[in-house]
């Protein structure tokens, strides 16, 4: 799960210092431990990002045969608010075999096209 993890943050790492920005993608584990990005498209030039990934998580869930995986990992590019104060964060939803886990979220900083990532945490997590 760690490998999946880590290509998620890789992944939005990259975005981030390309576009500043993403929607929301996947990350799919084939049953043979290949990682592979999946997204959707349904034919609306700009969805907003709760509806992108809505159909991107629909998707996820009725695609598991046709697409031999056992699990996936969402990243998302959001904020959320923490001690009173809004933090943008790259939220990470994973799915093992069917079964979502806890929501975790790594605070970011863009500062000057350079990624600062730092320490992860879960709604569980102490504030």
């Known amino acids: 799960m760690t ?6 943050l890789d992944h939005a790492s990259h975005l981030l210092k390309s576009y500043g920005e993403f929607y929301p993608f996947a990350i799919i584990r084939k049953v043979d ?3 592979q990005p999946l997204n959707t498209y349904e034919g609306k030039e700009k969805p907003s990002a709760s509806e992108h990934l809505n ?4 998707t996820l869930q009725s695609s598991f045969d046709k697409y031999e995986y056992d699990s996936f990992g969402i990243g998302v590019n959001t904020s959320v608010s923490k001690n009173g104060e809004r933090e943008d964060v790259i939220l990470i939803r ?20 350079s ?6 945490y879960t709604n569980s997590s102490p504030s």
């Not at 490998?3 to 998620?8: D, G, P, Q, R, T």
């Not at 159909?55 to 629909?58: F, G, V």
């Not at 990624?115 to 992860?120: A, N, Q, V």
């Open 3 to 8: 490998e999946l993890i880590n290509a998620v």
């Open 33 to 35: 431990g290949t990682l």
């Open 55 to 58: 159909q991107l998580e629909k």
């Open 94 to 113: 994973i799915n093992f075999e069917g079964e979502d886990y806890e929501d975790s979220f790594v605070p970011y900083k863009n500062i000057e096209g």
């Open 115 to 120: 990624i600062e990532l730092y320490d992860m």
